[in-house]
């Protein structure tokens, strides 16, 4: 019904940077809020940046001042720019977002993850 693809993972070294990006595709009427999530081995995922539709954005307080999180909302596209890089940063990130269907429901919906490492 609807489907999220990220992609831009990968391996970097500390002090580095990455750009994931997470598209949206299917039948979907409105996006809402857009989030990136990550979840490292051995701990639970968590939030890293949500922005809503009326462009707010919020960060957890970890990645504040390295990592931006920006939308096209053309494109259906949520973009998460990392710098500084950390190897604390290493986890899976997911994207999430929240939209509303052709059919008028509201629905949430996880991309398969993009696995980033950093190494010291």
């Avoid at 940077?17 to 039948?27: D, V, W, Y």
């Avoid at 190897?87 to 429901?105: G, N, Q, R």
């Amino acid at each position: 019904q609807v489907q999220l693809v990220e992609s831009g993972g990968g391996l970097v070294q500390a002090g580095g940077s990455l750009r994931l990006s997470c598209a949206a595709s299917g039948l979907i009427f409105r996006i809402n809020a857009m989030s990136w999530y990550r979840q490292a081995p051995g701990n639970e995922r968590e939030l890293v940046a949500t922005l809503t539709s009326g462009g707010s954005a919020e960060y957890a307080d970890s990645v504040k001042g390295r990592f931006t999180i920006s939308r096209d909302n053309a494109k259906k596209t949520v973009y998460l720019q990392m710098n500084s890089l950390k190897p604390e940063d290493t986890a899976v990130y997911y994207c999430h977002t929240e939209v509303v269907t052709t059919s008028l429901s509201d629905l949430g919906v996880w991309g398969q993850g993009t696995l980033v490492t950093v190494s010291s």
